[in-house]
């Protein structure tokens, strides 16, 4: 079994400095040489010839895939023999080993590169990686200390070891190594790179800016210059962002992407009418394909802001141009909606649905229309023949006509509905989800939990599968270990996710880690600033950690914003108690 995930192969090649594909060789090596021979002694000259021979063949095998896997093993060990000091061969050969799932000969063969090569970094931060995957961070920070033990000077280690001990949370170890490699290049930029991540993850602010700035000044770097901008934005320093954006502009080869960076920097800075006028640039010059994404955020804008005549308008105009597009017909259907124009909204529908083979989507969005409206009757017959008929998108209809049967409270009809539905899509993520919500709603929790670990099983990087079973478990304290590292992986794929934020900070609450829980609860107050549940979390985390004037503007904000009964009434509770005197 391999003991790296594909994730950490893509690493593992980068660090190498090596990449994966491989050359092919007519010839196959006939004799197996020795196990991962060490170097010759220094006397015996290499014969590079040779040892280049049997690396051709090793690429050669390689092709084949795992059935080429020993043979290749086999010739690069005898390359080995034939030139003891080809590190690019040894290199190879290592992530053979890797691929092949022998971690002990990976590990003994890295720390032979790691003794002939001390300062070089990569090596160490590989055998560092084979035992963090495994989660032995302590082996991994044993590597580092050894290695910066024999190896002070290296700025590159410093940076390497600074990562890892980001990784682990210890942020003060990572600056001194951080600090300590500008010491060693007071005119190197990229520890203060690092140091500006850091302190953005930390939620430190000034400090980050502080470092990026710092970064700028000693070397200008588009790259860099994207990080900066980007922490303005979160930032508020909105001119600052700006001016960034707009050196790059002057410089860029390819300037789109930076202009829409500039189009959501202007929306933020509620300057609309620029926002528009900069799309309408980059409209100007765009192939049709892109013309017509741009036109569509051009109306997207529009809607948001609320300007619905103009936005009608707009979208009637893309109807005209693209007839066939259907994105076009129900964005204008939309609109009239959004508007209040409800009629107008079926009217633009209800004349095309069943009539092309797009008209699915279209009798889709008039089914949700009649939902939303009450025109239950309606629905049903719109949504029955769709079902019956075999219209794509298929698996939509069949949730829509559950969403029905639940508004009706037909909730035993809804259930042999999403039966069926599973039936024919088994592996249809968005059906199964709304099946497990369903499912808790109705007080089904464990079938609920089910449901969503067949997402997993077949989509294991669903993160909002992987938030809702991670919770689930951490809500009745069960399982905590195994939801901790399920919502981990679910911030990692969504980070910027408020939702799954305060699912991690509830289950680091859960297990006691109350400032890992008031670090992840703060941030998803931040980035979901006004759902009560959230508020109701943080507060509990203030209350826990005697923050009792925080706890209580927490409460008070989630009891103001809170629209069920059943929970204001609890926050209601707490907050009496709260302020309760004290005997």
Not at 57 to 68: D, K, L, P
Not at 307 to 330: G, N, Q, S
Not at 361 to 384: G, Q, S
Not at 399 to 424: C, P, T, W, Y
């Amino acid at each position: 079994m391999a003991f790296l995930f594909p994730g950490n192969m893509r690493r593992i090649a980068l660090l190498l400095g090596v990449g994966l594909s491989l050359t092919s060789c007519a010839a196959r090596p006939q004799t197996v040489a020795p196990r991962l021979a060490e170097p010759a002694a220094a006397q015996e000259p290499a014969d590079t010839g040779c040892s280049y021979f049997y690396f051709l063949w090793g690429r050669n095998a390689e092709t084949r895939g795992a059935a080429g896997y020993e043979e290749a093993q086999e010739a690069y060990e005898k390359a080995l023999v034939c030139d003891p000091g080809a590190t690019r061969i040894r290199q190879n050969l290592l992530l053979l080993l890797i691929r092949m799932g022998q971690r002990q000969r990976a590990i003994d063969h890295l720390e032979t590169l790691i003794e002939k090569f001390p300062a070089d970094s990569r090596y160490v931060m590989l055998l560092a990686s084979i035992h963090e995957s495994e989660g032995q961070h302590d082996r991994s920070r044993a590597v580092y200390e050894e290695a910066l033990r024999k190896t002070p000077g290296s700025r590159e280690l410093l940076l390497a070891a600074g990562g890892f001990f980001v990784k682990i949370r210890e942020y003060e170890r990572a600056r001194n190594l951080y600090e300590e490699a500008s010491r060693l290049d007071p005119a190197g930029a990229e520890p203060h790179v690092q140091l500006g991540r850091m302190y953005r993850e930390m939620r430190l602010g000034t400090k980050a800016v502080a470092a990026y700035e710092k970064a700028l000044a000693l070397e200008w770097s588009p790259a860099t210059a994207v990080e900066a901008a980007d922490l303005y934005e979160v930032q508020r320093l909105f001119d600052k962002a700006w001016g960034l954006y707009q050196r790059m502009l002057d410089e860029a080869e390819d300037p789109v992407r930076l202009q829409l960076k500039m189009v959501g920097l202007s929306l933020k800075m509620g300057k609309v009418d620029q926002a528009l006028a900069l799309l309408g640039e980059l409209r100007a010059d765009a192939y049709d394909e892109d013309r017509q994404q741009i036109d569509f955020s051009i109306g997207s804008i529009l809607l948001d802001q609320k300007r619905y005549p103009e936005a009608i308008e707009h979208f009637r105009r893309l109807t005209e141009e693209y007839p066939d597009l259907v994105r076009a017909r129900t964005m204008l259907a939309f609109a009239h909606y959004e508007s209040g124009d409800v009629e107008g909204a079926i009217r633009e529908l209800s004349g095309e649905t069943g009539e092309t083979g797009d008209g699915g989507e279209l009798a889709l969005m008039l089914a949700h229309i009649y939902i939303e409206e009450k025109r239950f009757d309606d629905a049903d017959e719109l949504l029955t023949i769709h079902i019956e008929q075999g219209s794509e998108p298929l698996a939509e209809f069949y949730s829509a006509k559950a969403a029905l049967l639940q508004k009706l409270e037909r909730h035993d009809e809804a259930d042999k509905l999403f039966e069926e539905a599973i039936g024919l899509f088994p592996e249809n993520e968005d059906l199964l989800f709304e099946y497990g919500v369903f499912l808790q709603e109705r007080g089904r929790e464990q079938d609920a939990i089910a449901a969503m670990e067949r997402i997993i099983d077949f989509a294991p990087e669903n993160p909002f599968a992987l938030n809702f079973v991670g919770y689930s478990w951490a809500d009745r304290g069960e399982r905590l270990e195994d939801a901790r590292a399920y919502i981990e992986k679910a911030v990692s794929i969504r980070p910027e996710d408020g939702f799954i934020r305060d699912s991690l900070g509830w289950v680091y609450l859960r297990l006691g880690r109350m400032q890992d829980a008031l670090r992840e609860l703060e941030l998803a107050a931040q980035l979901t600033p006004d759902d009560p549940t959230i508020l109701d979390h943080l507060g509990e985390v203030y209350h826990r950690l005697g923050r009792l004037d925080d706890a209580r503007r927490s409460w008070q904000k989630a009891y103001e914003l809170e629209q069920t009964q059943e929970r204001k009434s609890a926050l209601g509770d707490k907050l009496r108690q709260l302020l309760a005197p004290r005997q």
